[in-house]
C-alpha cells in the first residue's frame, strides 16, 4: 500500500510543481537546489471490519540553498504553494489504478514547515495528514 501512495504523492507533485525535481526521503548529495522531498514520518493501520485503513503523516517540502539569503526562502516558498496547490483535496491523489480497492479518503495539510538548517539551506513546505482505505 505504501508503495502505491508513494508513487501517487510523487506523480501529483511533478505534475503541480513545475521546474522542480522531486525525491522520496532523500535527495543524492549535490543536488542542485531548489529540489522537492516527500518523507514519510509516520502512521499505521486502523482496520474495522469492512476496511482497513492507514493513516499516514508526511512532510512535503522545499529545500533551498540560502546563499540567495531571503530570496531562496521566498524561491522555496513559491514551490511550496505549487506543492499545496497540487494536492488540493483527496483525489489528487489517483492511487486507485495502482491496487484494486485502494483509495486515499483524506488528504490534509496539518502544520507548516519553515526553517534554515545548519547547512545554509531553507526547507520550507507542510505536514500532510493521509488516508487511504482498501476494502478488505
Avoid at 506523480?11 to 542542485?32: I, Q
Avoid at 489517483?94 to 534554515?116: D, F, H, P, Q, W
Wanted: charged residues 20%.
Amino acid at each position: 500500500m505504501i508503495n502505491a501512495l508513494e508513487t501517487a504523492l510523487y506523480n501529483a507533485l511533478v505534475a503541480g510543481s513545475v521546474g522542480v525535481n522531486w525525491y522520496n526521503t532523500l535527495a543524492p548529495s549535490k543536488t542542485a537546489t531548489p529540489f522537492g522531498v516527500f518523507i514519510y514520518v509516520s502512521g499505521g493501520e486502523n482496520d474495522t471490519n469492512t476496511t482497513q485503513h492507514d493513516v499516514l503523516t508526511y512532510d512535503i517540502r522545499i529545500v533551498d540553498d540560502s546563499q540567495d539569503g531571503l530570496n531562496a526562502a521566498y524561491t522555496a516558498a513559491s514551490y511550496a504553494d505549487k506543492a499545496r496547490a497540487a494536492l488540493s483535496g483527496a483525489d489528487a491523489l489517483n492511487i486507485t489504478g495502482s491496487l484494486s480497492g485502494l483509495a486515499c479518503v483524506e488528504l490534509r495539510r496539518e502544520s507548516a514547515i519553515k526553517y534554515l538548517d545548519a547547512g545554509g539551506y531553507w526547507h520550507v513546505g507542510d505536514k500532510w495528514r493521509i488516508r487511504v482505505s482498501k476494502t478488505l
